[in-house]
């Protein structure tokens, strides 16, 4: 990531936990542990946000 998108990274991931993984935060919060199945779904919910995100930036992008 470039380094001046960083904030907005951050707060578009947030918004996108909340809207389409809040169980996540509710279990990290109330059991003070990411268990590996949650790791898993975690892992898959940044890799989904880290596509969406990147996307405007790479649509027009020409790899060579």
């Not at 947030?14 to 169980?23: A, G, I, Q, T």
């Not at 199945?37 to 892992?43: C, H, M, N, P």
Request: proline residues 3%; negative net charge; glycine residues 2%.
């Amino acid at each position: 990531l470039h380094l001046d998108w960083i904030k907005e990274f951050e707060t578009g991931f947030y918004e996108y936990m909340s809207k389409n993984y809040p169980h996540i935060e509710h279990e990290i919060d109330s059991k003070k542990e990411i268990s590996e199945a949650l790791s898993k779904e975690l892992d898959k919910a940044i890799a989904e946000f880290k596509k969406i995100f990147v996307e405007p930036f790479t649509k027009d992008a020409i790899i060579t």
